[in-house]
């Protein structure tokens, strides 16, 4: 008699092994290990071997070039993320906390592509139809080719693309639904990857497009397997607490397009819609206190003006706290370490706690001279008018670095009635904007 094969599977990431670990090596997850049965094992295998190609190589001269044709999700800051619009036959994940949005801005699109003629359906395994016609109510979504699917088994999902030949599917979400060929429960490894290639193989077939909906961790990664991200085309992350207005929908991966583009949304009672008038949500000219400064960073090719706030105050532990809200936090104590290093501002017994205002986390460098302009301005109680930028890169030695896109920066500063900019270097075309050339931090005081 054969000896029955063991196999086990890391229910984060999908290794499989045939030993149980406590430490997946993969992914470093602790006890997510979980021994398949025979039918999981063959479902693995056959997906493995579906995957595979067994085409012979050509020359990259001899392949003739796919022009990639899109359509507009008639949702200006959606089109943007995604790079110019929707491509048929491609498979977005689209993630974010519980309320940011999710449901709320792909049921609005599913209506507004509906109101152009294509055939859209919404497949829903979280609420009733009822509660989604609700929505549609507030949203204004009611259109008579927009179809809505309460159903979590991916079979009967099948069968209704059989029936009717859609254009738009959008699936909420991918942790809910559930082969009736696999045993496992939903959200398993087993059944996101199953679930995952059909989707793939039906968006390529029949050349729909599809949305999936997929949960997030406490960590704000994509609940289940990190395969689903290899897997799909495109995925999209939401930004922001569901507390606040403005929401950020932000590209991480885009086979058909750029993933630096940012969308900036504003949750309102009829919905999630694209905010208008982005330069001005980010910071306010009213408010003159000290311990803020303006910067301009580039997200993709769109110049945003940022306010940093600053707050520094006497600490009473014998361990100071260095704190930041939208800013790398070891970065913070670069900069905090140069000013004690090269000004003599005497930062060990304080408090420094830095905001970046919006919700937005600033992940270039250009921020680095706004941040110490603000941390400077609260620790001496000096205001900094709301009349002036800064922009610069600062440096291990103190040297204050040119950043990129220079004129692009100081061009929207110039529209937003900015009238005098700090940067490090001075811009190549002559900028309408007065500019005070800093190239070492020392001179900051100087200037300041």
Known sequence: ???????????????????????????GSWDSFVELSEHQQEVVKQTKSNTSSSTKAVSINDIKEEEVFRFSSEDIELDTVLGGGIVPGSLTLIGGSPGVGKSTLLLKVGGDIASTGKKVLYVTGEESSGQIKLRANRLKANQDTLYLLSEIRLEQVIVELEHREYDFLIIDSIQTMYSENITSAPGSVTQVRQITFELMRIAKEREIAIFIIGHITKEGSIAGPRVLEHMVDTVLYFEGDSSQELRILRGFKNRFGPTSEIGVFEMRSDGLISATDVASRFFNRNSQQAGSALTVIMEGSRPIILEVQALVSESHTPNSKRQATGFDNNRLNMLLALLERKLEIP??????????????????????????????????????????????????????????????????????????????????????????????????????
Request: hydrophobic share 45%; net charge positive; charged share 25%.
């Open 347 to 448: 930062l060990s017994g304080y408090d420094v706690f830095i905001n970046i205002t919006g919700g937005i986390k600033i992940t270039e460098t250009s921020a680095d001279l706004a941040i110490l302009a603000a941390i400077i301005s609260s620790f001496r109680d000096r205001v900094i008018s709301k009349e002036t930028i800064f922009i610069g890169e600062v440096s291990l030695v103190g040297d204050v670095r040119e950043v990129y896109a220079m004129d692009v920066r100081l061009k929207e500063a110039k529209m937003q009635n900015i009238n005098k900019a700090v940067v490090s270097k001075k811009p190549l075309e002559k900028p309408a904007i007065k500019t005070f050339i800093v190239d070492e931090v020392t001179k900051l005081l100087e200037w300041y």
């Open 1 to 27: 008699m054969a000896k029955k094969k063991i196999l086990f599977e890391c229910q984060h990431c999908g290794l499989t092994t045939p030993k149980w670990m406590g430490k997946c090596t993969n992914c």
